[in-house]
């Protein structure tokens, strides 16, 4: 509808400041004629905007102009109100600040909206902790988050694999949350170096955290979404070292999914056809030997490894020491 865009293109002016005619036009999915005819439409109810010329031009609000209207629709306000506080905003520190914001949101909406809110909330919860999740100790993470907003660089120290601590100054880019647990995303800082390589590191492995007197300029093409997808993918590439040929039970199959995620059904789509039993034979990955043999082992009788033969022989080594403990 028209009346959410134009709505929508005064939030965009209000917030981002000012924005060229193709910016809004990409950004509202419509054309920049159209763009156009909103601009002038919203000069004629009485919004004072105003636009300028040349490649660095675009419309913008006068600086002293403000609305009050939040513009939600139904269907926003109870996509907006699915939010609960998760736990990483906790551990963060801002989740009163965000229960501060949504109860402002809530008192400027209509009646009709507000008595969505607590329907919403009766019939949603979002938990992005997972099952089983040990409470990690994160002392340090305040200290990040502070020196995220400064631009300030960071005196760490980490365990080495070998157990030998590291100390490192760094320029943080950015913190990730992945299933409630909180990775840093930075850079390590070298005199004359014009470009770091960037790590990651786990903040509950961080031994010590200090705020450096130095800042850094914060790149900015540097695209911390885009960086963490392309560096998960890397990662769960090093854990699937370990590669054995597996039968499977045909009443085990439903269970893959659940142990090796959703991308399972492609190698089970693409397998062979069932033997004379019913079983069907797959290609698993593990992150090593020894993963496989503790992964294997707990699928009882679900499963036989038919390559390599090591690993079949180690499962049954295993297979008759439990055997025998038991008898016993």
Not at 114 to 126: D, I, P, S
Request: with cysteine; charged share 25%; hydrophobic share 40%.
């Amino acid at each position: 509808m028209r009346a959410d865009r134009l709505l929508s293109l005064l939030m965009l002016l209000q917030s981002r400041g000012q924005m060229t005619a193709e910016a809004l036009a990409r950004r509202l999915e419509v054309s920049e004629r159209t763009i156009y005819r909103d601009i002038d439409a919203l000069s004629a109810a009485g919004i004072p905007i105003y636009g300028e010329s040349g490649p660095t031009g675009g419309f913008a609000l006068l600086n002293s102009y403000r609305t009050n209207l939040t513009g939600l629709t139904e269907g926003e306000v109870r996509a907006l109100f699915m939010l609960s506080i998760p736990a990483p905003l906790e551990e963060l520190g801002v989740s009163q600040e965000l229960r501060s914001a949504l109860l402002k949101l809530s008192a400027a909406l209509p009646d009709s909206h507000r008595r969505n809110e607590a329907k919403v909330r009766q019939r949603f919860h979002l938990d992005s902790a997972w099952w089983r999740q040990g409470e990690e100790q994160m002392p340090h993470l305040p200290t990040i988050h502070h020196a995220l907003w400064q631009d300030r660089q960071l005196h760490l120290v980490y365990r080495s694999p070998v157990g030998m601590p590291i100390k490192r100054r760094v320029a943080p880019y950015g913190l990730v949350a992945k299933a409630g647990v909180w990775y840093l995303v930075c850079a390590r800082q070298q005199a004359g170096a014009r470009s770091q390589a960037v790590r990651v590191h786990r903040v509950s492995d961080l031994l010590e955290v200090q705020i450096a007197e130095e800042t850094f300029d914060h790149p900015l093409d540097f695209d911390l979404p885009a960086f963490w997808q392309a560096w998960c993918l890397e990662y769960e590439s090093l854990l699937t070292g370990f590669t054995a040929t597996v039968r499977v039970a045909p009443e085990f199959v439903p269970e893959l999914p659940r142990r090796f995620g959703s991308q399972i059904h492609h190698k089970i789509a693409q397998a062979g056809p069932p033997d004379e039993a019913g079983w069907i034979t797959l290609e698993l990955s593990f992150q090593s030997f020894e993963d496989a043999r503790d992964r294997l082992l707990s699928f009882g009788r679900g499963a036989e490894v038919v390559e390599p033969y090591a690993l079949h022989r180690s499962i049954l080594d295993y297979a008759e020491q439990i055997i025998l403990l038991y008898r016993h």
